[in-house]
């Protein structure tokens, strides 16, 4: 890790130049306190994440974090210590994935854990921290933005010149943790284990590069979909954000919806009302896939059948209330669930979708939105009082989804080269 936390890079660099500088004597210079921590980071201090930390090595990366902050004596430090080490992060936990480097401890790989709880630990350390200079509100939400960006390859997404095809994978933090905080992501392992892999199809090799998204409606609300997309999107052959759904099935969801259901976030948030978008003037209630989801389903991709989701929930034109539509919503209906229901994994398939339709892609672009199954733990594993972190089937269940997203994309690129 010290390796790659020397090397900032270029995109680093520009993270930096556009973050806020404070200006001396100025309302942006004046200090302010440190602000509690979230909902999402006060789990830290239980004893699960503490064992995954612990037993990935990520313990060291969080507290190799808090002595840089610390040692930072005005904001341009610190701004570089948060995109030093945001960066080193990432490659981090993609090495770690892919197996290069030291693994840290005996948990698996191919875990996305040990990333979701470091950065937590990072974060939690800049929005509490309380310098010995001046810090306004607007600089500590600016270097926190920064870190979520770096850690989460949102800024890491490199293309490299040449006939290579170009492909962009998303995953998503693990969520529902007061639920069981063991839970673990299969979405988010699929992101480290592609980013920056080749896949090799008859048409020619194709780079994938991936990112992942907090479970927080808020973040959505600002627009990190869009901010993270819409650089690449133009550039890209491919593109299919993916998420945790059903149990022991995949789904290509064929519509997504416009509207939020209010289950509650990492945060303990929830939303109702409609996805909220610019231009919402023009904002159409439904958007469908350009995924070639007769190949995709028809394929033996892996152990886990595939299947083309159709099903929405509707409030038909004229009417008040809300039907199941099992072959795809009516002309002038209004959303209540996509195919992929109507929390943030829908959600991320409306932005990616609609930003895609709004850049005049949609008949050009392959895109859209595939659940995983449910990540579960073996049979005697399941107490989440008493459980243990991992088991050989849960390792098991997450290596195969793992696998089986990648094969969807390596079916999704032969099927659109072939058309």
Do not use: C
Request: glycine fraction near 10%; avoid cysteine.
């Amino acid at each position: 890790m010290n390796s790659i936390r020397v090397r900032i890079g270029v995109l680093g660099l520009a993270l930096l130049a556009g973050l806020s500088a404070p200006t001396a004597g100025s309302a942006a210079a004046a200090e302010t306190a440190a602000a509690t921590p979230t909902v999402e980071e006060q789990r830290l201090d239980k004893a699960v994440p503490q064992e995954i930390l612990r037993r990935s090595g990520f313990d060291a990366a969080a507290a190799q974090f808090a002595r840089d902050l610390e040692a930072a004596h005005s904001y341009a430090q610190a701004q570089r210590v948060v995109v030093r080490e945001g960066s080193a992060l990432w490659r981090s936990a993609v090495d770690r994935a892919q197996g290069r480097g030291p693994a840290g401890g005996d948990l698996s790989r191919d875990d996305d854990r040990p990333l979701y709880w470091a950065r937590l630990s990072m974060t939690r350390d800049v929005r509490t921290w309380e310098p010995g200079f001046g810090l306004s509100d607007g600089q500590r939400g600016a270097l926190l933005d920064a870190l979520e960006r770096t850690s989460r390859g949102q800024s890491d997404i490199r293309y490299p010149h040449g006939g290579l095809k170009r492909v962009l994978v998303t995953g998503f933090d693990p969520f529902t943790l007061d639920r069981d905080i063991r839970i673990s992501n299969p979405s988010g392992a699929t992101a480290l284990a592609l980013d920056g892999t080749v896949i090799e199809t008859a048409d020619g090799p194709a780079r994938v590069e991936t990112a992942v998204f907090p479970v927080r409606w808020q973040d959505f609300a600002e627009g990190t979909v869009e901010r993270t997309l819409r650089p690449h999107l133009k550039r890209v052959d491919l593109f299919t954000t993916v998420s945790q759904g059903r149990v022991g099935r995949f789904d290509v969801e064929r519509t997504n919806g416009a509207w939020r259901g209010g289950f509650q976030d990492n945060d303990n948030i929830g939303r109702t009302e409609t996805v909220p978008v610019s231009d919402p003037g023009t904002q159409p209630q439904w958007t469908t896939t350009t995924l070639p989801y007769a190949q995709i389903v028809a394929a033996n991709s892996g152990r886990f059948p595939v299947y083309d989701n159709t099903s929405v929930t509707e409030i038909p034109a004229g009417a008040t209330q809300a039907v199941v539509r099992p072959d795809g919503p009516t002309p002038g209906s209004t959303a209540r669930a996509g195919g992929g229901g109507d929390y943030l994994s829908n959600e991320i398939a409306y932005r990616a979708t609609l930003l895609r339709d709004r850049l005049g892609l949609h008949d050009v672009l392959p895109g859209g939105h595939v659940h995983t199954p449910v990540l579960q733990f073996g049979a005697g594993n399941t107490d989440p009082a008493t459980g243990a972190v991992t088991d050989p089937e849960f390792v098991r269940n997450r290596l195969d989804i793992i696998a089986q997203v990648r094969a969807i994309v390596g079916v999704a690129l032969e099927a659109t080269s072939a058309s």
